[in-house]
C-alpha cells in the first residue's frame, strides 16, 4: 500500500499527468489527433530525447549539469555513420561510439569533479571544442548512404506500433531507475547532489560518483546519437544542436531539481516524450512546427520559475510558521513563571 | 536551589569520572604539523584521548581546533606528525579511512541530506541488507531514549533535531572515538540538557569524545579532560578538576596579556533619561515576537538577554526591514520607520550587525577597505560617480586604528581575517553610516577571549559619542558588562527589564528562561 502511494505521490506522476491532459487537449482542439498511431508516433520520436534526458538527469542528480550531449551525440552520429557508410561492422560502430561518448564524458568528469570548474561553462567550453571537431572531421559534409538495414530497423515495431528502439528504451529506464533507486550506490547520485561535503563526511565516493555521473551522461547521449544516425537516415555537422535544452527541459518538467538531489529518471523519460511532442502537437492544432524551439525555452522558463517561487515561499512560509509557534500569548508566559516560581518555591 | 541541584550533579558526575577512567588509549596524535601556504596552523600538537574520556577541547577561533579535527577525519592531511588509534600508527587519508577506524565527527553545521528521510540519512554509506540496518537503527535510537520521525524529509527538521540526526548516524558506527564540535551553539537550553544526558551515557560505554566548545561551564560540567589550543599548540591540558574558570580563561589569552585585560571593568555612565528616547518601540509584532514595546535613550547601551529562539533577532530584523510587520510602530528620532525598506532605514539612522557574519554580514573576497565602506558606497562622501579610493582608504583605515583591527593591509581578504577581526571590520562598516541606533546581534558569539575585549572596549567607545547601542546576546556576562539596562526576551516577549543596578546573571537568566519574579528571592531565600 505504502508503495504505492508513494509511487502516486512521487513527482515524476505530476508530469504523467501533464502528457495525458496535454494529449487530451490537443484531442478536443483535433479529435484526428487520438488514434494510436499518432500517439504512438509521439513516443517513438521521443526515443534519441530520452536517452539524452536520462542521462542528463544523472548529472542533475548530482547537482550539475552537462551543455555538451548536443554535440556529444552529433559527433558520435556523425563516427558512426561514416563507419557504417564505409562498410565497417556494425558492432565496432556501436563500440567505438560507446567509447567516444565515455571518453567525453571522462573528460567533462575531469574538468568538473577533479578541477572542480563551474560545470556550466566547462562543459559549454566541450560542447564548443566537440562541435568543431564534428565539422573539421566531416569537412563540412553531410555523412549520408547510411546501409539501408540499419536505416529501416527504426521502423521496426514491437508492441503494437511502438518501434524496438522505445520498447528498449524503456526497459532500460526502468532497469536504471531500478537501480537507482533499489542499490545503495544508486542512492549516492541523489546524496552527493543534495549535500556534497556531507556525502564525504559519512564516507561516500563522491568524487567517483560524480565521474560515473558524467560517464554515464556521455554514454547515454552516444547512444542516442547512434539511435538518431538509424532514425534520421543522415547526419549532418549541425545534428544534436539544441538536444541539450531539451534534454534540460524534459528533465526538469520531469520533476528534477536543478539544484540536485530531487527527481528520477522516469520522470525525465516523461518529459522527453512531452519534449518530443510538441512540434507533432502544433501541427495537429493548426501552428507551424517552427514554433518548437520557442516553446521549448518557454516552458522550460516557465517551470524553472515557478519551482524557484514555490520553494522560496515554502521557505518563508516554514519559516514564519516556526517563528509564530515560539511565540506564546502574554498569559501564558505568566502563568508558566508563577508555576515554575512555586515549584521553586516548593523544592 | 538551582545551584544546590547542579552542585549535586556535579559530584555525581565527579564520582563517574573516577570509576570510568580507564588508562585505555583510543586515540593519540603526536607532534601534528599543519601549514595553509605560509600560514602555520598546527605547530606540534600532541593529544591522548582514551576510554570513556571527554576530552574538552578549547581555544579561540583560528587556534586549529577545526584544523585539527579535520586532520583526523582525514579530510586534510597533515604535513608531519602521526596518528596512532589503539596503539596502532594509522594513515587516515580520507574520511572513509577514519570511519573505518571507528571515529565519527558531528560537524558543527549538521551535514544532511534535506531532501533524504531521516532514514536514508542514517543508514546511507552503510553495507548492511536494510533489514539489519533498520533493526540496529531502531536498537539504538531505543538505547538512547530519542523518538524521532524517520520517514519526514530532513529538510522539515529544526537544527537541533539535525544535531540528533548527525548523533544517530556517528552511533550507528558504533564509534570508538565521536568528535562533537561545538554542539550546543544551535540548541536551546532543554536541548543542550538532553545533549549532555547524552554525552554522558555514551561515555559510560567507553567511548571517547571530543568536545569542542566555547562554553568554558560545558568544560566542569562534562569534561574529564581539557585541553586548550592557542595560535596552533597545546597550552594547556589535563584533568578538569584540576583547574578552575580563571585557569582556563588563562590559558586562552596570549601570554602577555593578562586577565584583566580581557575586561574592560566598571563603565558606569549616567544616562539622562529626561531626554526624549533616540528609538521608540511600541506595541511590535512580527513573526516570531509580539507586543514588544521599549526605548533606547541616546547614548545608552540596552542589553537584549533571552536564549536562543526568544525572537530577539527576529525583532531586530523586522526593525531593519527585513520583515514583515504584523503590527506596532517604531520610531527613531521622532521619524515612524515602522515597516521601512532596510535602505530608507539605514539613512534614517539605525544600523544592524548580524549573528551569522559569514553570511550576512561580509563580502568575504573582498579586502578589509571595500567591506568597511560598502555601506557607504551609495551617499556622495564616496564620489559621485568614481570611487574616491582616497576616502575609502581614509575612513577604513579610522576603522582599523581605531579598533585596533589586525590586518596585513587595508586590502587583505576579509575571509582570512580571524572571527574577532572579521567582526570589528563589520561593526566598522555599520558605524561607517553615523547612525545614532545600532543594533549588534551576538558580536562575540565564536570570538576568543582577548577578541571581546577589544569589540567591548570599541563599543563603550562608540557609546560615549552619543550612539545608542541595542546589544543582542545570550552571553550573560556580556550583558552585565556592558549594559546600562537590560531587557529580557522569553517566548518572543519583553517579559522583563533590569536597571543598571539590578543587571546580574542570576536574574537576567532567571527571566531568559521565564522564571524570574521580583519577590521569587524572597520565597526561595
Redesign the interface.
Known sequence: MGRIKNLLHARSMSSFAFLVILFLVVGLINPAFLTPSNISACFNTSVVYTLVAVGMAFTLFIGEIDVSVGANLGLVAAVVGSMLRDGQSMGLAIIVGVVIGAMIGLINAWGVAVMKAPSLIFTLGVNGVLRGIVYVYTNGAWVENLPKGFKDFSSVTAVGDLTVYYCATIVLVAVIQLLLVRT?RG??F??VG??A?????????TRTTKILAYVICGVMAAIGGIIFCSRIGFVTPASGNGYEMKAIAACVLGGI?LLG??GSVVGSAIGAVIMASISYLLVFMGFSSNYDNAITGIILIVIVVVDALLQRRAIVK???A???A???S?T??AA???E??QE??E? | MEAADSQNGTVGRDEARVSYQVPNTLLSVQNIYKSFGSNEVLKGISLDLCESQVLALIGGNGAGKSTLMKIIMGIYSADSGEITIAGKKVDISNPKAALEHSIYMVPQEPMLFPNMTVRENVVIGFDEGASELESRLKSVMAEIGWSLDLDCKASTLSIAEQGMVEILRGLMRNPKVLILDEPTSALTFDEVQSLLACVEELQKKGIGIIYITHRLSEVFEIGTTVAILRDGIVTTQGNVFEFTRDDLVRGLLPEDASVDGATTGDSACEIDYSQEPVLRVRDFSGYGFSDVSFDIYPGEIVGLAGVVGAGRTEMATTIFGRDKVLGGSVTLNGQDITGRKTRQVISMGLNYVPEDRFNDGLYRIRGVAENTTSALLSSSRMGRFFLNSKEEERVSQSYVDRFRTKVTGLDQEVGGLSGGNQQKTVIGRAFSTSPKVVILDEPTRGIDAAARGDVYAVLQELRDTGVSILLISSDMEEIVELSDRALVMYQGRIVQEFGKDQIVQENLTAAAFGVYQADAKAVTD
Open positions: 545503495k542512492r549516492y541523489h546524496a543534495d549535500n561535503q556531507g556525502a564525504t563526511l559519512v564516507g561516500l565516493p531539481s538531489g530531487v516554514n519559516r514564519h516556526r517563528l509564530a515560539r511565540v506564546s502574554g501564558e508566559v508558566a513563571a508563577m515554575k516560581a521553586g518555591g523544592a
